[in-house]
């Protein structure tokens, strides 16, 4: 059985995991290296090799790595060297010793929803991950799209609040700028987990914001959403963001699109990384 | 000589041409819209405007072996119904059935700025550019997105509305009930009403808003799908000329700082004729006698 490397890097946090085909954690490994400015590569060798070791286990050989990079879409803006996708892929490669695909977390959230989660089988949708950055990818005619530099899908860089708060990309009123979780907490003054209602509602009316703009624009009627700030706000957040999008979605082909949570069973990080790695296996063929 | 006649659908007129598959444009003929006429009213124009044009083709030595029809949206595939938001009296209308009944030729069609982003791929100012969108801001706004070199459809086809992104939140009332959106702030009629002057008479302040508004929703559009090349056409973008495009692009300048962002914003460059040029892009492509898009 054909298994992929699982490697989801967000922060300093660094899990590892084997998928199967189908979408399944078989195996997991989690590492939280001191030195998180090298992303402790050197240290993912024996965790690699424990995990090769257990995938037989599952009657199985990986033949595949798939990462998610955290830290959002703008990585060499302010991500700094080593959270280059393209660096991250170069230098795991000698350290799995298979083909390493990379993408962000965004995109690797958008490939797990329409794999095992709310838009299995959905030709047509945008995912959005709403943590410390907020990314996204974009599903189009059953594929996801990729753009000039493989990084199309990011609507936390769309813009919701025209002069708004500065984002850490340089412009805005992006959404990222308003609603990621640096965001909420710096301009409410109170972690993100003692939200007040109107916090609540406020973030859910920019998220519904942008989705009904990308809803409009790109032609599709469902639009998925995950990460911190989504599970914290929860129905609160999403009620408000599915009344804008009902109240800015007024084209014959936008009406009744809806907004709802992630269902990738967790670790749903892995299962996105994994999803990056088969999909990277399958254009290379 | 072989040649598609290629079909128009606006709102306020319509237009069809001969087309050979060098995007050449043998013959063309246009008529206003006759909003005093119903649907089938409207329709007989169009029908008129097709034989006009087909009868020509003998005199010129053309062989007519298919069409391509771009329309208004929303639309549903291949122009199956047409219900163009500016002119009401069609709301699913079989546009593409009648053409075919009318002139007894193979009908592909397609959303109008769909099509004029295949053309501009095919021969106009993205040849060879695998990502770009193409837009169009005249009496209304729309657009057309090429990525990873194939034109966007959507869930039924209509991908591409870039009028309907909100830049002015809780802004004035669309044609389509939202509120805010592009096409309600900077389009041709929308100029017209809060100006009380047609655009042609718009003030300097007006050109400046309006590109900064378009530079704006493109700004979002580059941010999120990421590529650089918007080609704008229209009769607004192109009559507003250089303010237009200079404020655009100061506002896609300071909304699309994302690492590698080189974004870009000109005109359009089929001119008068490009409509005609993507309906004809779509008529050759369903007859499989070429790639609009292969560069």
């Known amino acids: 059985m054909d298994l992929a490397l699982a490697i989801e890097l967000e922060g300093s946090r660094i899990a590892l995991g084997v998928v199967n085909r189908a979408g399944k954690v078989l195996e997991t490994e989690f590492a939280e290296p001191d030195d998180s400015s090298a992303r402790g590569f050197d240290l993912l060798a024996p965790a690699v090799q424990r995990l090769r070791e257990r995938a037989t286990r599952h009657a199985g050989e990986i033949v595949v790595a798939g990462v998610s990079v955290g830290g959002g879409d703008d990585l060499e803006s302010d991500g700094g060297d080593d959270a280059s996708a393209a660096r991250v892929r170069e230098r795991l490669a000698d350290v799995v010793g298979v083909a390493v695909h990379a993408d962000s977390a965004g995109r690797a959230f958008a490939l797990s929803e329409g794999w095992v989660g709310a838009a299995k089988g959905v030709d047509y949708f945008a995912a959005l991950k709403l943590d410390d950055a907020v990314s996204g990818g974009i599903v189009l005619d059953g594929r996801m799209l990729d753009g000039g530099l493989g990084r199309a899908g990011r609507l936390g860089h769309v813009i919701v609040v025209p002069d708004g708060r500065r984002c850490g990309c340089g412009a805005r009123g992006c959404l990222q700028a308003e609603v990621s979780i640096a965001a909420i907490e710096s301009s409410t003054g109170r972690p993100l987990t003692e939200p007040s209602y ?81 999909r990277g296996l399958a254009k290379e063929r | 000589m072989d040649a598609v006649l290629a079909v128009d659908i606006g709102a306020t007129k319509f237009a069809a041409a001969l087309v050979d598959d060098q995007g050449e444009v043998i013959t063309r003929h246009q008529v206003r819209a006759d909003r005093e006429r119903d649907a089938d009213g409207l329709f007989e124009q169009v029908a008129e405007l097709l034989g006009a044009v087909m009868a020509e083709a003998p005199e010129r030595d053309v062989s007519i072996v298919g ?219 369903a007859l499989g006698r070429l790639d609009p898009l292969a560069g």
């Not at chain 2, 099509?115 to 501009?120: K, T, V």
């Not at chain 2, 004035?172 to 309600?184: D, I, K, M, S, V």
């Open chain 1, 198 to 278: 109107d916090v609540m509602r406020h973030v859910g009316r920019l998220v519904g914001r942008a989705a009904a703009s990308v809803a409009n624009l790109l032609d599709l009627r469902l639009i998925v959403c995950g990460g911190r700030v989504a599970r914290e706000y929860s129905s609160t957040m999403y009620l408000a963001a599915q009344e804008e999008l009902d109240a800015s979605c007024r084209l014959s082909f936008s009406q009744g699109a809806r907004i709802v949570s992630a269902r990738t069973p967790e670790p749903s990080g892995l299962v996105g990384a994994a999803a990056v790695g088969w």
């Open chain 2, 67 to 285: 069409c391509g029809v771009g329309a208004a949206g929303p639309i549903t595939a291949n122009l199956e119904l047409i219900s163009p938001i500016n002119l009401t009296e069609w709301r699913g209308f079989p546009l593409r059935r009648r053409v075919a009944d009318t002139t007894g030729l193979m009908v592909a069609g397609d959303l109008d700025t769909k099509a004029l982003a295949l053309g501009e791929g095919w021969i106009g100012g993205a040849v060879g550019v695998r990502n770009f969108m193409s837009m169009v801001v005249s009496t209304g706004i729309g657009g057309g997105v090429v990525l990873d070199g194939r034109l966007l459809e959507g869930e039924s086809a209509n991908a591409g509305h870039i009028g309907h992104i909100i830049v002015v939140p809780g802004g004035r009332q669309c044609g389509c009930g939202a509120y805010g959106c592009l096409e309600a702030e900077a389009s041709g009629s929308a100029i017209a009403a809060t100006t009380g002057r047609p655009p042609a008479d718009a003030h300097a302040a007006v050109v400046e808003r309006t590109g900064r508004l378009v530079g704006r929703a493109v700004a979002s559009v580059v941010n999120l799908l990421d590529f650089e090349l918007t080609l704008v056409g229209g009769s607004v973008a192109l009559g507003f000329g250089l303010p237009f495009f200079e404020a655009a692009q100061a506002e896609l300048d300071a909304n699309c700082k994302l690492a590698g962002s080189r974004p870009v914003i000109r005109p359009a460059e089929l001119g008068a004729q490009a409509p005609l040029i993507g309906a004809a892009a779509v008529g050759w492509q």
